[in-house]
């Protein structure tokens, strides 16, 4: 599984983005696709993440304003950011898990896309 992400930038605090991501493969198969992050000296951590079933899950620092979607003709999944505040600045990651009717769990990654909020 390849993801391609896209969608980084520079905007100013209260503005919007949104990223993609797109897959190799028919995400309708891939038991959840999402986006982490990460910032200069901290872990990479979970924003969103949508599952095969559209249950959708948000870190609490992102809810309210970010909103994961998917496309599956498109193979494409989305995360429209809006009223971006400063501490959203990082280096977003497009992450994909595949788990096997026998339990096996396979993650993948997408290259990361910048994300810089100024104030």
């Known amino acids: 599984v390849q993801l391609q992400a896209s969608g980084g930038g520079l905007v100013q605090a209260g503005g919007s983005l949104r990223l993609s991501c797109e897959g190799s493969?028919?995400?309708?198969?891939?038991?959840?696709v999402g986006w982490y992050r990460q910032s200069p000296g901290k872990q990479r951590e979970v924003v969103a993440e949508i599952t095969s079933g559209d249950s959708k899950n948000y870190a609490d620092s992102v809810k309210g304003r970010f909103t994961i979607s998917k496309d599956n003709a498109e193979n494409t999944v989305y995360l429209q950011m809006d009223s971006l505040k400063p501490e959203d600045t990082a280096v977003y990651y497009c992450h994909a898990r595949i788990v096997t009717s026998f339990g096996q769990i396979y993650d993948y990654w997408g290259q990361g896309t910048q994300v810089t909020v100024s104030s």
């Open positions: 493969v028919n995400i309708m198969n891939i038991n959840s």
